[in-house]
């Protein structure tokens, strides 16, 4: 695997920012699947990551963050997901050719898992093959499985993409309490993880980057031995700001804290929630002149 190469040698690898809160930005209506414009608007979405690319980014994230079939039947989507996540594929890598690696985004299945919900880890392990099956055909360089707050539908999309032969990057949501909403702390992720044989992992979305430094310390001080990092904050905490929801940190700030991560430990800086190719430009910048 490149990548971990690449890691192995101490190199610092940077992500890409948002997709969801900048496709709204670009006209995408409240209550459309994200996903659906893979079809309807694939040019939104190849700006997106050609914009991601020149900011500097070398890992890029298709934009199929609900593509699975729980979550996409939310949407009355659920008989397009092998177009839905095969096209996604296809935008990204024809958007940055072989300067970027193209991570698969999968997230969670929208619903809870037995014993708190409905959803048995069996149909959870379903959905995430069959949406990793698909886009396996257009053959992503790996898949990132990202915002999880459970261990076991974590498990689920880590098995499922051992399964179909996708190397997967895992990260989890924690809340500014230090535990993700539903109690996992960063301990029992590396913990857990890692002996599902996981190799880079970390955390995403949640808070803003200074609220995430708290659980990168913790990360970075119990990260077993061969394990890397990633960490992805929010652009800060969003605020309604005359009925718009804003994000407040500047590029500036995220590209200082994403060092303070890198200082620590952190492989794979990248940020999440209301990011945008600004914000990714600074990081970029900021690390290239630090190291
Ligand atoms: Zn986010």
Not at 116 to 142: C, H, N, T, V
Not at 201 to 215: A, E, V
């Amino acid at each position: 695997m490149e990548l971990l190469e690449r890691l192995e040698r101490g190199e610092i690898v940077i992500c890409d920012g948002a997709m969801g809160t900048l496709l709204q930005e670009r006209g995408l209506p409240l209550g459309v699947a994200p996903e659906e414009w893979n079809l309807s608007h694939p040019e939104v979405v190849a700006q997106i990551h050609r914009e991601y690319l020149e900011a500097g980014a070398e890992i890029v994230e298709t934009n199929t963050f609900g593509g699975n079939r729980l979550k996409l039947s939310l949407s009355n989507l659920e008989g397009r997901i092998e177009e839905i996540n095969r096209e996604a594929v296809r935008i990204a890598r024809e958007a940055v050719g072989d300067k970027a690696y193209v991570a698969l985004s999968v997230g969670p299945t929208g619903k809870l898992l037995q014993p708190w919900g409905d959803l048995s880890f069996e149909e959870a392990l379903k959905a995430y093959k069959e949406q990793m099956g698909y886009a396996f055909k257009e053959s992503p360089d790996f898949a990132i499985l990202e915002t999880f707050s459970d261990l076991q539908e974590i498990r689920a999309a880590v098995l499922a993409a051992q399964e179909v032969g996708i190397f997967s990057i895992c990260t989890m949501t924690f809340e500014t309490s230090g535990r993700t909403i539903m109690g996992v702390s960063p301990e029992q992720e590396l913990e857990e993880l890692s002996k599902l044989g996981v190799r880079l992992m970390g955390t995403n979305c949640g808070t803003g980057p200074d609220d995430m430094l708290k659980i990168v310390e913790i990360l970075a001080k119990n990260r077993p031995e061969g394990v890397y990092l990633i960490a992805q904050p929010n652009a800060g905490v969003p605020k309604l700001v005359g009925g718009k929801t804003v994000f407040e940190a500047t590029p500036q700030t995220m590209a200082e804290y994403a060092q303070k991560y890198v200082e620590l430990g952190v492989n794979i800086v990248g940020a999440c929630c209301g990011s945008t190719p600004l914000h990714i430009k600074g990081i970029k910048e900021h690390i290239k002149n630090t190291k």
